[in-house]
């Protein structure tokens, strides 16, 4: 007698390795379907950016493919879940259902009400922890709850070092002989057409679980090697550039932790590159548990008394600062990586958040929804709970009166100006010593470079003295305001 079909719901989990709700069906020898809703009307579901629909697109290309090698079918449905998942489970005639968990306080109550209506119906319904290395709640202080700060936070997630090796893909899977029919991946209208902005994304880019292996792989071999250091180096390559493959599952931070662990265990890499590596592993995993804890970071200020700050309405400035033409070629630099790539180097996310929120005194939350729509790695922990990290109104935040250097960052990270001539082309022909300051050097200087600045290139939006000296009377401001609150805030 044929077993009854079982249904796998694919989320934020585009890979068939290590990935539990796949492997708890392929061992009950049940043949499979596979489901992807792109659900844009369930209630307080965010948007995708553009950014993040060009990168699901080519995820679920690959994930097609690579299901088809094992004769299952990837099915497409556009609209609720709350609808579609028991109707498709329905018109399969699935006994079970599995999915792994996802982010988020309305996904959350969605996936429970799914739960609730599958069960209602019969089904057996089976969910994992597959995104975390943790599952949110089960990191915990001497108080029982969740470290406030992410030093604490991590020293307690490193005493819970018996995670279990990530799961190899099933050998043995077999796929359902009938589907119901879904909708075209074109229908979904995931990437750009008129106009195609998204020729950087596919240059600078290889999506699909194989890519993200080949990433990890190459990482390991080229780039861990010095991370501690280079790390906060945009012009070199000492970074993993794995945070998209993460954003969308292909790739688990299991299979990265162990990838890295292993290449120290066998002497490739030195235990502080990789230990430097994990805390940003492990970053990403206080993001996500703080937004288990605080499900609207990225729209409300973690700290209570930002909530008086005085923020600046300049769409302007703000707009100069999305195209890269703030006069700081560091920041420009930036912004332009970002808009070409749909990612930015981390050194450099953290000096462009700066100046918008401190230099421009612009509300942090206008950044984190430009970032939304152009990161290809957006997430809602992680883009949120950084721009909070920066403007200092978030959960163990930089104080507010830290304020970057653009300048000064530039010369520090970036000292020949390679990152620069590669994103800001006019200043190309400058001389290192004022590529991260233009403004500074002598007429003939910038003739011969073919500057003119004001019209090749902008002055500076702000001049940074004047700018720091602003931003701290904000602060000032913002201290009077709420006095208790901000000095929590800045310990």
């Known amino acids: 007698m044929t077993a009854a079909p079982s249904l796998l719901w694919f989320r934020d989990d585009l890979r068939l390795a290590d990935n539990p709700a796949l492997n708890a069906l392929a061992e009950t020898g049940a043949p499979i379907a ?69 982010a988020g306080e309305a996904e959350g109550k969605l996936d429970r009400a799914i739960t609730a209506r599958l069960a209602a119906e019969d089904r057996l319904v089976l969910h994992f922890c597959a995104h975390l290395l ?66 950087g994304l596919r240059t600078a880019w290889h999506v699909g679980e194989a890519a993200a292996r080949a990433r990890l792989s190459a990482f390991i071999a080229d780039g861990l090697k010095g991370y501690a250091t280079g790390r906060d180096r ?17 790739v688990s931070p299991r299979q990265i932790l162990f990838a890295v662990r292993h290449a120290v265990d066998a002497g490739e890499v030195p ?19 703080l937004l288990a804890e605080e499900p609207d970071i990225a729209r409300r200020n973690i700290q209570p008394s930002f909530d008086a700050f005085p923020w600046r309405e300049c769409s302007g400035e703000l707009k100069a600062w999305r195209r890269g033409l703030t006069g700081y ?10 808009w070409q790539t749909g990612w930015m180097h981390n050194r450099v996310r953290m000096v462009v958040a700066s100046f918008l929120a401190k230099h421009l005194l612009i509300d942090w939350r206008a950044g984190e929804d430009w970032f939304w729509d ?18 200092g109104s978030g959960l163990d935040a930089a104080p507010y009166f830290r304020i ?88």
């Open 34 to 102: 596979a489901l992807y809703v792109l659900d844009e009307d369930s209630p307080h579901i965010r948007p995708l950016g553009g950014a993040a629909r060009w990168w699901l697109a080519q995820s679920l290309q690959a994930l097609r493919a690579d299901l088809s090698h094992h004769g299952i079918p990837l099915i497409l449905r556009q609209g609720p879940a709350t609808r579609i998942v028991p109707e498709v489970a329905a018109a399969l005639g699935a006994a079970t259902v599995a999915f792994n968990d996802r």
């Open 134 to 199: 943790h599952p949110p709640g089960t990191v915990l202080g001497g108080s029982g709850r969740m470290p406030r700060t992410f030093s604490s936070f991590h020293r307690a997630a490193l005493r819970e070092r018996d995670l279990s090796p990530p799961l190899p893909a099933p050998k043995r899977l077999k796929g359902v002989t009938r589907a119901p029919e879904g909708d075209t991946l074109e229908s979904f209208a995931l990437e750009p057409e008129k106009p195609d902005w998204a020729g």
């Open 234 to 250: 945009p012009d070199l390559d000492h970074v993993s550039r794995l945070s998209p493959h993460l954003r969308f599952g292909g």
């Open 271 to 289: 235990g502080s590159d990789a230990a430097k590596f994990e805390a940003e592993l492990y970053w990403r995993e206080f993001s996500y548990h």
């Open 329 to 338: 070629p560091l920041v420009d630099a930036g912004m332009r990586q970002l």
């Open 374 to 391: 152009t990161l290809v790695d957006a997430d809602a922990a992680n883009n949120a709970a950084s721009w909070q990290w920066v403007a």
């Open 404 to 491: 970057f250097n653009p300048v000064m960052q530039g010369e520090k990270f970036d000292p020949d100006g390679t990152y620069v001539r590669t994103y800001v082309p006019e200043l190309k022909r400058l001389p290192a010593k004022l590529i991260h300051q233009p403004w500074t050097a002598p007429q003939d200087t910038l003739a011969a470079a073919g500057i003119r600045l004001g019209h090749t290139y902008p002055k500076p939006l702000v001049d940074h003295a004047a700018a720091r000296d602003r931003a701290l009377r904000a602060f000032e401001h913002l201290r009077h305001a709420a006095p208790t609150e901000v000095r929590a805030a800045a310990r």
